[in-house]
């Protein structure tokens, strides 16, 4: 079984995604990670010298090479599920779950994390929210594909936990 984490950035996906994967006893997987692993360079630095659209290549290049594993938890990285077919090849592969979370929520939480976000550092406050609720407004097409969706998931991964070992 292969389980996919999707959803905005500051959902809490790599948050919940280790406890998931710690109870299901499977690996855990953070894509952004993966790439700066693979790249040996950072995700801002892929951004500031390679570009979006490479990024976006090789974000697809390494979601293919993860989904060949099998009882893996992978945190996707908030834009993975809108680009180059991505969404229905996590489909295809594996469970996707939807992690809806609250604009206030994400706000607040993306407020102090700027810096290692290329797509929102650097904005104002105002500009932040603007950006959160358009680029929501955009992505929610392809999240709502998720075979799964969390309204509102708390940092506390248990209610998730019960519901995928039922169907382990
Ligand atoms: C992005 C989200 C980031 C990272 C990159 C682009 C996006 O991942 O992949 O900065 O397009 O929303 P997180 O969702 O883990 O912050």
Redesign the pocket.
């Known amino acids: 079984m292969r389980i996919y984490l999707i959803g905005?950035?500051?959902c809490g996906?790599?948050t919940l995604g280790k406890p998931i994967a710690r109870a299901m006893e499977y690996d855990f997987v953070d894509l952004?990670n993966y790439i700066e692993e693979q790249t040996g360079m950072s995700?801002p630095e892929i951004?500031a010298q390679k570009g979006e659209k490479i990024f976006r290549e090789l974000?697809n290049h390494y979601l293919c090479e993860i989904s060949e594993r099998d009882n893996i938890v992978i945190?996707t990285?908030?834009?993975?599920p809108c680009f180059n077919g991505n969404m229905e090849i996590m489909n295809r592969s594996g469970t996707t779950i939807y992690l809806c979370q609250d604009v206030d929520i994400l706000v607040s939480r993306l407020r102090n994390a700027r810096v290692k976000?290329?797509?929102i550092d650097g904005k104002t406050d105002s500009e932040l929210r603007t950006y959160i609720v358009e680029t929501l407004g955009k992505r929610e097409e392809y999240y709502r594909r998720a075979a799964i969706t969390v309204a509102n998931p708390s940092r506390d991964a248990s209610r998730i936990i019960n519901f995928l070992k039922i169907d382990k």
């Open positions: 905005f950035m500051g996906k790599s952004d995700i951004f974000e945190s990285g908030g834009g993975t976000r290329p797509l």
